[in-house]
């Protein structure tokens, strides 16, 4: 008898929660994007390398939360991405390469969000959680790059062997995936803090995979190919095409939950 009464209040304890968990999250995100890719050294050339590549970054989010442990979210995230041979990579091979990139990121992408601890703001109780997201996306990307004081979008010209009668799309999909934290700082307000990395199918966010044409002329595709300022042989090894471009974005979230009653 007594096991019957408390199934029936855990029931009622769980549809309860579910219930005041029904409401919806509008706000904003910001912080910075940045990439992993074939310019990237990350820590290979001294730690300050790994940040050189950071650009500002806002977002706008929308958030459906069905569950105290579940969420399903909108993104729409402005970012930028770039990284200079020059710059981040001083006495090594990759200074001589001397490639270049600079491209936006404009990513619209859905998520399920789950928090590890239940999570409901506006109340007392759960007011705090930490928790992952994975989705899937869409982003605009246009790798561009400066030369004798013009930008020319990379994506037009020939720039290594692959490319040759083929070029990539400016649309890319994207796995995001990512964990965060978000607490309940007054009423029905939430902060956050989120670490993303999104996965990308292509190797060209950087326009840099395969190998060098080896046209050494002085028309744009061999120049903007081969900004080394020396000649260099066709196939020779221009980047990495076994492995493909990323990039992150991290931050800080805030949000306004919107629900048809108050939370005790």
């Given amino acids: 008898m007594k096991l019957k009464y408390y199934l029936l209040a855990l ?21 910075a994007s940045f990439y992993n890719g074939d310019l990237y050294p990350g820590f290979s050339n001294g730690a300050a390398n790994a940040f050189k ?13 069905f569950h105290p442990n579940f969420s399903v979210r909108g993104n729409l995230n402005l970012g930028y991405v770039a990284y200079y041979d020059k710059y981040g990579n001083k006495g090594t091979l990759r200074e001589k390469r ?16 789950v928090n590890f601890m239940k999570y409901i703001a506006g109340t007392r109780k759960y007011k705090f959680a930490p928790y992952g997201f994975v989705g ?3 982003t605009y990307m246009n790798p561009k790059a400066w030369l004798d004081g013009e930008r020319y979008a990379l994506r037009k010209y020939v720039t290594e062997q692959e490319k040759v009668g083929s070029t990539y799309s400016v649309i890319q999909p994207v796995i995001p995936i990512g ?18 990395w999104r996965k990308m199918f292509t190797d060209y966010l950087d326009d840099v995979s395969g190998h060098y044409t080896g046209g050494n002329s002085n028309s744009l595709d061999d120049r903007l190919g081969n900004r080394s300022g020396s000649p260099i042989a066709a196939g020779t090894k221009r980047g990495n095409p076994d492995t493909e471009d990323s990039y992150f974005f991290v931050g800080f979230t805030i949000t306004k939950t919107i629900r048809p009653y108050s939370c005790r």
Wanted: a negative charge; aromatic letters at 16%.
């Fill in 11 to 31: 029931i009622l304890g769980t549809t309860t929660a579910t219930t005041k968990a029904q409401d919806y999250d509008f706000g904003l995100f910001g912080g």
């Fill in 53 to 65: 590549g950071f650009r500002p970054a806002i977002g706008g989010i929308a958030r459906y939360n």
């Fill in 98 to 113: 001397n490639l270049s990139f600079h491209s936006p990121i404009v990513e619209v992408s859905a998520t399920l969000e």
């Fill in 136 to 138: 899937f996306g869409l």
């Fill in 179 to 196: 964990l965060g934290i978000k607490y309940n700082y007054k009423q029905d307000w939430t902060i956050g803090a989120e670490f993303g």
